[in-house]
């Protein structure tokens, strides 16, 4: 089993991105969020920039995670999809990343991508969501679906209770 973990920002202590603070206020409390691998390897995306990929650590002072336990395949599949589109150069859409806080659809061109929308895509891809899910999404909206997903799991872990006082570990 692997861990990927998906970092969510929290840009109540930020007192320069304007912009951060206005996406966090649409949908409270996250702006942003990026996917991390075992080997430290970061997948995401930035205003103005492309897909980017790179070892990084996160200030849990600002940053929150959600551990999700998965395959070494849905790994695999989640850290070629990052490759590809660093590779192809995806680039940040704006206009993806507004839509995603109203009723209008946006275009779903692959050349195009915003970061809860880059995360969510690799996890469908890897089949860590499933495919029905809504890639349109806000960092926040993404943390509420992936949090579930993770306590689904820990419940998962959890021993097993045949008598009270005895357990049985699976």
């Not at 603070?21 to 103005?48: K, N, T, W």
């Amino acid at each position: 089993m692997n861990i990927l973990r998906v970092w969510f920002y929290n840009p109540s202590g930020d007192t320069e991105g304007l912009v951060n603070r206005m996406v966090a206020f649409a949908d409270p409390p996250y702006c942003h969020c990026e996917l991390q691998f075992q080997d430290s390897d970061a997948c995401s995306i930035y205003m103005g920039s492309p897909v980017v990929m790179k070892k990084r650590t996160f200030d849990d002072s600002h940053y929150t995670a959600v551990r999700l336990v998965v395959t070494e395949t849905q790994s695999h599949r989640a850290k070629a999809l990052c490759s590809q589109k660093v590779a192809r150069g995806v680039r940040f859409s704006s206009m993806q990343m507004l839509v995603c806080v109203s009723t209008w659809h946006a275009s779903d061109n692959p050349d195009f991508t915003f970061c809860s929308k880059l995360v969510a895509d690799v996890l469908v891809h890897a089949d860590v969501l499933p495919s029905t899910t809504n890639c349109h999404i806000t960092p926040s909206a993404l943390y509420r679906l992936l949090r579930s997903l993770e306590q689904s799991q820990s419940r998962a872990c959890e021993p097993l209770e045949l008598v009270p006082g005895f357990t049985l570990d699976i």
